[in-house]
């Protein structure tokens, strides 16, 4: 790269205010991106500390008329030396001085800063590093723009990188844009006013003529022109206002976040409440966990869930706001709670599994430990329910410690005269058809909602008797279907556990409309509430509802009656060893089963690709073109992986059903010939399943191409459930090639350009050069041919590009 030149002559003083003042414009535009990321202005300071840095840096450059080499030294140095206090300024001294941890986290966050920010739910919190990115950018785009607007005769190249930015936010930014009507025309109006003026300003442009004989007349021409060029700027931006109003999209827009990490589904493990009577009866004198710090009175909570389908208790498959609305670990993950803020220590023993033990309103969750980095990697929480989860499976020897705030108690005199909530809940099915007008029944004669609630809780609790239904206690069968619902309520005398009562309340509660959940976790007997520290067994276990009040959020209720209550009339429901086999009760409880590989393995896979971005920034900020920045631009990978996904995308929501059938089979065969299949071109889909089961294994594909040529060829349309069906089966077979492929692989596969060039004039020309290659050496171009169908989808694993 050639230093930029600097002009002879000294630059007017207009011509340094113009240059720096829209250069600062038209970055402080692309910045105003942020905004939604870091929901609200906690940014700014960061952005525009560098921003202001780099327009010092490219003027003080451009009126010594240092090259390139001296310009990206200062930036380099001044990144370090400014960037503790504007980015990092909880590593520093006195918020000031840069620590050794300071640079340290400089140095890395070249590299790391872009993953954490995508790999982060927005908003995203100021103190966890992310503002190195607003920092970074400022700085280095600044400098460009500033010295490309200084030191060169067209402005336009200066254009370049501050539109660059502009982009670059947008795609770093959440699927929610900030101001995109005002970013639009703001960007628009700079640039073409600095255009305008430069033009106005050139020498070779002034009115020599004219001023040299009239000066007042030259004048009144320049402000003509000028005031016409204002005229034509409000009208474009006038019509550019009421154009957006009229035609706004109906699509949200796509950024990096939504692909970087594919979402976490809860749903993919079985509802905890399934295996709650499993760890009443193995677990009930194994130390599973211990907690340090929970206040008298608090619950450890480890699952919330609120959908019902008369088989099972689990959590929704919702959308934003929902049981199942996960989103990774992050500081601050509750900042509006209130109550009294703890400090929970937590040590795994016996316990096993993804939900994570934890209490209140959760705003940080650290590990510790050899497995810290894996459990962080892997870990989800939801704000909504206050849960998390962890993907990487808790085991023995595990630790972590949460910060969070537990909610004061409320008594009924000051809930007297609050309402429900209005929440969304999911709609119930299959519920026992007594349960409507019990519940009505029941809360008859209330005359608040607290005291709504209070019957049922009163109704369940008083009326009914406790039993886990083990060994020489009276028979109480597990599970909670509608069957063995309908059994509890419909007997002689209610006979359960916490797994029965609790669902049984929330069932009658939103019978009559009541906003209820079921939550499953642990607390201490009364005789060990408040120690210092708490040991959870199985016999600690229990489930409970909480119900939502306007303006105070979910508070909980217990309908288990207490232990001790057992039935009075022994011969009513005797005492006998459960065997569920001859009651013929429902499906057992299922075991806690694990997570389908490739969901942390397609994560994992991801991550490492990100590291690659790393790394190639590394070499680019040590060739001196900047630091991360330029890196992330120059990268192909990004383009790769878009494109792809972007065939992808256009293959799926084909406007005929045939279509995408079709286009499934092509994703197919495209990620086939990235694991290295040789697909002859113009080959039929049987001739292509055939060589793919061959050279990759996959027998199931013959089937898989019978069933698209039946869905293209076919007499009708396939309908949208045979589509979803194929693509689902496609996705498996690409997944499991995924999962059998090595790292260096399955990394290769990801970049592979040999599906995405496949049939193109490039490909046609590569293949050229090689036939006329074999051709000099003595040998037949149609033998190479015949070995090597195309040079873009079927070369052997060292020819990948």
């Known amino acids: 790269m050639t230093s930029l030149p600097a002009e002879r002559t000294p630059l007017p003083l207009r011509r340094w205010i113009l240059d720096l003042g829209i250069a600062a414009s038209l970055v402080l535009v692309a910045i105003a991106g942020f905004w939604p990321t870091f929901a609200g202005p906690a940014y700014l300071p960061a952005a525009v500390g560098g921003l202001v840095i780099g327009l010092a840096i490219a003027a003080v450059s451009a009126w010594r008329r240092w090259g390139i080499l001296i310009v990206t030294g200062l930036t380099v140095a001044a990144y370090f030396v400014f960037g503790g206090a504007l980015a990092l300024a909880h590593t520093t001294i006195a918020g000031v001085v840069p620590t050794l941890e300071t640079l340290q986290g400089l140095a890395l966050g070249t590299v790391t800063s872009w993953k954490q920010l995508l790999t982060t739910v927005a908003p995203v919190s100021a103190a966890d590093g992310h503002l190195i990115v607003p920092f970074l950018l400022s700085l280095v785009i600044s400098v460009l723009t500033a010295s490309f607007g200084l030191r060169l005769p067209h402005v336009a190249w200066a254009l370049l990188p501050a539109g660059f930015m502009l982009i670059l936010v947008i795609a770093l930014g959440t699927p929610e844009p900030a101001f995109p009507v005002i970013q639009g025309i703001a960007f628009a109006v700079f640039s073409i006013a600095w255009l305008a003026l430069r033009q106005l300003w050139a020498p070779q442009n002034a009115a020599i003529s004219v001023g040299e004989v009239d000066p007042s007349r030259a004048a009144h021409m320049r402000m003509r022109r000028l005031l016409a060029g204002v005229a034509v700027l409000a009208v474009a931006g006038g019509a550019g206002v009421v154009s957006s109003a009229i035609a706004a999209p109906l699509q949200p827009r796509h950024v990096f976040r939504d692909v970087i990490i594919p979402p976490f589904d809860v749903r993919d493990y079985p509802s905890p409440l399934q295996a709650f009577r499993k760890n009443v009866r193995d677990e009930a004198d194994d130390t599973l966990f211990t907690m340090q710090g929970l206040p008298k009175g608090a619950?450890?909570?480890?699952?919330?869930?609120?959908?019902?389908?008369?088989?099972?208790?689990?959590?929704?498959?919702?959308?934003?706001?929902?049981?199942?609305?996960?989103?990774?670990?992050?500081?601050?993950?509750?900042?509006?709670?209130?109550?009294?803020p703890v400090t929970l220590k937590v040590e795994i023993d016996e316990y096993s599994g993804v939900w994570v033990p934890d209490a209140g309103a959760v705003s940080a969750i650290e590990f510790t430990g050899d497995r810290a980095e894996e459990l962080r990697r892997s870990g989800f929480y939801n704000a909504e329910t206050g849960t998390a989860v962890v993907t990487a499976k808790l085991k023995s020897g595990d630790t972590y410690t949460v910060d969070t705030v537990i909610p004061a108690d409320l008594d009924d005199e000051q809930l007297a005269e609050v309402e429900f909530g209005k929440v969304p809940l999911p709609t119930q099915s299959n519920v026992p058809e007594e349960l409507t007008t019990l519940a009505s029944e029941t809360v008859a004669g209330a005359e608040s909602p607290i005291e709504q609630v209070r019957a049922l809780e009163t109704f369940l609790a008083d009326g009914g008797f406790f039993s886990h239904g083990l060994e020489g206690e009276v028979l109480s069968r597990a599970g909670h279907t509608a069957e063995r619902i309908s059994t509890l309520i419909g007997g002689d005398q209610m006979i359960g556990d916490d797994e029965q009562y609790a669902v049984a309340m929330a069932l009658l509660a939103r019978e009559v409309g009541i906003p209820a959940r079921v939550v499953m976790g642990f607390y201490p007997d009364e005789e060990q509430a408040g120690d210092p520290e708490f040991a959870a067994t199985g016999d600690n276990v229990h489930a409970w509802v909480e119900v939502n009040f306007d303006g105070i959020g979910w508070l909980t209720f217990n309908p288990t009656p207490p232990?001790?209550?057992?039935?009075?009339?022994?011969?009513?429901?005797?005492?006998?060893?459960?065997?569920?086999?001859?009651?013929?009760?429902?499906?057992?409880?299922?075991?806690?089963?694990?997570?389908?590989?490739?969901?942390?393995?397609?994560?994992?896979?991801?991550?490492?690709?990100?590291?690659?971005?790393?790394?190639?920034?590394?070499?680019?900020?040590?060739?001196?073109?900047?630091?991360?920045?330029?890196?992330?631009?120059?990268?192909?990978?990004?383009?790769?992986?878009?494109?792809?996904?972007?065939?992808?995308?256009?293959?799926?929501?084909?406007?005929?059903?045939?279509?995408?059938?079709?286009?499934?089979?092509?994703?197919?065969?495209?990620?086939?010939?990235?694991?290295?299949?040789?697909?002859?071109?113009?080959?039929?889909?049987?001739?292509?399943?055939?060589?793919?089961?061959?050279?990759?294994?996959?027998?199931?594909?013959?089937?898989?191409?019978?069933?698209?040529?039946?869905?293209?060829?076919?007499?009708?349309?396939?309908?949208?459930?045979?589509?979803?069906?194929?693509?689902?089966?496609?996705?498996?077979?690409?997944?499991?090639?995924?999962?059998?492929?090595?790292?260096?692989?399955?990394?290769?596969?990801?970049?592979?350009?040999?599906?995405?060039?496949?049939?193109?004039?490039?490909?046609?020309?590569?293949?050229?050069?090689?036939?006329?290659?074999?051709?000099?050496?003595?040998?037949?171009?149609?033998?190479?041919?015949?070995?090597?169908?195309?040079?873009?989808?079927?070369?052997?694993?060292?020819?990948?590009?």
């Open 299 to 340: 619950r450890v909570r480890t699952a919330v869930m609120d959908q019902y389908d008369g088989m099972v208790y689990n959590v929704t498959d919702g959308g934003p706001g929902s049981s199942s609305a996960f989103g990774p670990l992050r500081s601050n993950m509750s900042p509006d709670a209130e109550g009294i």
């Open 563 to 801: 232990e001790d209550k057992v039935p009075n009339d022994q011969n009513t429901k005797p005492k006998v060893d459960p065997k569920p086999q001859v009651l013929q009760p429902p499906p057992p409880p299922q075991e806690p089963v694990d997570l389908p590989p490739t969901l942390p393995d397609d994560r994992k896979g991801e991550e490492e690709n990100l590291n690659i971005l790393g790394i190639i920034g590394t070499i680019l900020a040590i060739g001196g073109i900047s630091l991360g920045i330029l890196a992330l631009l120059a990268s192909p990978f990004i383009v790769i992986g878009a494109w792809k996904a972007a065939r992808r995308r256009t293959r799926r929501s084909a406007a005929r059903t045939a279509d995408r059938i079709s286009g499934g089979w092509d994703e197919l065969t495209d990620r086939a010939v990235d694991y290295g299949a040789r697909l002859a071109p113009g080959g039929t889909r049987s001739e292509e399943a055939a060589t793919v089961a061959t050279s990759l294994s996959i027998p199931q594909v013959t089937a898989l191409a019978d069933r698209a040529d039946s869905g293209v060829f076919g007499p009708s349309e396939p309908t949208a459930e045979d589509v979803d069906a194929f693509w689902t089966e496609v996705d498996g077979i690409v997944g499991g090639l995924s999962k059998e492929a090595g790292f260096w692989k399955r990394a290769k596969a990801r970049l592979s350009l040999r599906s995405l060039m496949g049939g193109t004039a490039v490909s046609a020309g590569l293949q050229s050069l090689k036939d006329a290659a074999a051709a000099r050496v003595g040998r037949e171009p149609g033998t190479i041919r015949s070995e090597n169908s195309t040079m873009t989808s079927s070369a052997p694993e060292s020819e990948n590009p």
